[in-house]
């Protein structure tokens, strides 16, 4: 090995190391172990996988009410898409209505995840609930994973 090889490993281990170890972990404001930038549920630790995203718009099903896409979380939301797979055995959960991703839609899915998308943020004079937050920048666009 080289001189000038071998001295730069050892500089790179005496000071890299220990400017790496001083930044720390990313953050993760959930605590779910996924760190923001790639959460796709930013604010909730139920975040049962990474890659629960059923209808691919950046947003995991757990904290993602707004099955037809519109932004929001709504009635609509429940009268077209999770009233019918809540009651229907067999439904197509493509929306991702099964929200905790276990592969079935009842109503868990409903209190423990709908409920609370839907009232985040709503005052009666604001808008509804929007989806998310994701930490992905392309969150709200089909086809972001």
């Known amino acids: 090995m080289k001189v000038g090889v071998l001295a730069t490993m050892i500089f790179g281990a ?3 190391y220990p400017i790496a170890s001083l930044a720390g972990l990313a953050p993760d404001a959930d ?6 930038v790639i959460d796709k549920c930013m604010t909730d630790s139920r975040n049962v996988a990474m890659s629960c995203d059923t209808d ?9 009410g707004d099955f037809n896409q519109n932004g929001v ?5 429940f009268a077209m898409y999770f009233a019918p797979a809540l009651t229907s055995v067999g439904f197509a ?5 099964d929200m905790n991703c276990n592969g079935t839609v009842n ?6 995840n709908f409920v609370p ?3 985040t943020g709503y005052t009666g004079s ?4 929007q989806p998310g937050p994701s930490g992905l920048p392309c969150a709200g666009s089909i086809g972001c994973i």
């Open 14 to 16: 005496l000071i890299g």
């Open 31 to 36: 605590g779910d172990g996924v760190p923001n």
């Open 56 to 64: 691919t718009d950046g947003y995991g099903n757990v904290c993602d």
């Open 73 to 77: 979380t709504n009635s609509v939301d």
């Open 93 to 97: 959960a493509s929306r991702g209505v």
């Open 107 to 112: 109503a868990v899915d409903f209190g423990m």
């Open 117 to 119: 998308d839907l009232g």
């Open 126 to 129: 604001d808008p509804p609930s």
